[in-house]
């Protein structure tokens, strides 16, 4: 590795222009799932393609089907091409009621341990994160006059909700994209003080059912017993799907499962991880998965079938004595690698049928379908990355799993050949997808340092 404390120092001494600007991109209310916000997933595309022309990359918006894609090159150099990938795109600020400060108006807010907190809708997830990246080519530019190796960007504006143009973007613009590894900055760090790499995701299946029984809600003395309640139906197909001992009993979905690899589980047991501690964290203390696996087994490396909401009745204030007629649940499995999504929603929806009485009905509608991902936990490119974060970081770098998911990495293996190299920094307390998102000043601070380090790491690897 080369010196770049010049870079570093330079990092340090302009950090609130860098702020600045995660401060303009974060007032953006790009929410991509709602289309009453569509100008503005445009806008935010828009301010990151300008943003990447003013540190002298050639980038521009590219229409789509669905949000806008950015592309950007850099200045041609010798060295390895890689391509960093980011997401534009944020979570509904929903429920505002619950946010302290605006979630679109970014605020510094000082804790009682020395951390500054950044809060904001995608402070971490994943504007925080994305510019880390950015404002490290920006420095480095902004020192040296070029990059180190050649970079392409490619921020996307669809992944909160589901990366639909993704795949055929990808298909259509393979060529111009292909690169040598794939970086990506929108996962966590191990704890406060431990980097991390992330080298496994998991999938995702997302179901919503919706069950009808009469044909009208219903007096319940007058029809109950009688009558088949919808609720109750939904609440039969609910309680079918696990087993006593935290199992997914749908027929065929463990198929292809593999236990853990003796390799990735010694890496996991080296981790510092409070099983016990974890749980507290979140007002529990019994593990409701598999039994005889251990916590970190269970959100990194096994399925997972979970209830995400579910209505049906009456629930309004006060009571009211009534047979519901249609009952709904919003459905998500997280997946493992050998599993198919396609069968494992063929599977879901075969297990349902077969609890629907003959003459109720039930219907599907599609939410999401991505396979799980590992990357490799050797090569070259990741040893460079893991000794540029161990320096910043003065701890060594750890190689993680996360229970999350990021689709569109398996679409860069399959359809650019590349690897992806997930470097994170947010911490586990930043509440993404809920109110008062937060990302740390430190983790900013820190993030763009380590990536300066980065890349000088992989021009050389
Ligand atoms: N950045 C997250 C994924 C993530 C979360 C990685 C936590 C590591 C730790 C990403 O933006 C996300 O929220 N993904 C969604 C999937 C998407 C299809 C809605 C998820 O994991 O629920
Ligand atoms: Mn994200
Ligand atoms: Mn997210």
Known sequence: MSDVSDILDHVDATLDTRLERLFDLIRIPSVSTDPGYADDCRRAAEWLAADLVSMGLEASVRTTQGHPMVVAHSPKVSGPQVLFYGHYDVQPADPIALWDSEPFEPVLRPQPDGETHIVGRGASDDKGALMTFVEACRAYVEIRGALPLNVKFLFEGEEESGSRSLAPFLEATADELRADTVLVCDTDMWDRETPAVTTMLRGLVGQEITITCADRDLHSGMFGNAARNAAQVLGDVISSLRTSDGGVAIAGFYDGVSDLDPAIAALWDRLPFDQEKFLSDIGLTIPAGEAGRSVLEQVWARPSCEINGMWS???????????????????????????????????????????????????????????????????????ATLQALSEEWQTEAAVAGTGGSIPIIGEFQRRLG???????FGRFDNRIHSPNEKYDLSSYHKGIRSWVRILDALSQA
């Open 418 to 424: 590349a690897e992806a190299l997930l470097v994170g």
């Open 313 to 383: 009745g009456y629930t309004e204030p006060g009571f009211k004595t009534v047979i519901p007629a249609v009952a709904s649940a919003k459905i998500s499995f997280r997946l493992v690698a050998g599993q198919d999504p396609e069968k494992i929603r063929a599977a879901f929806q075969d297990h349902v049928r077969a609890l629907i009485p003959d003459d109720c009905s039930v219907s599907f509608a599609d939410h999401g379908l991505s396979p799980a991902t590992s990357m490799p936990t050797d090569g070259a490119f990741l040893k």
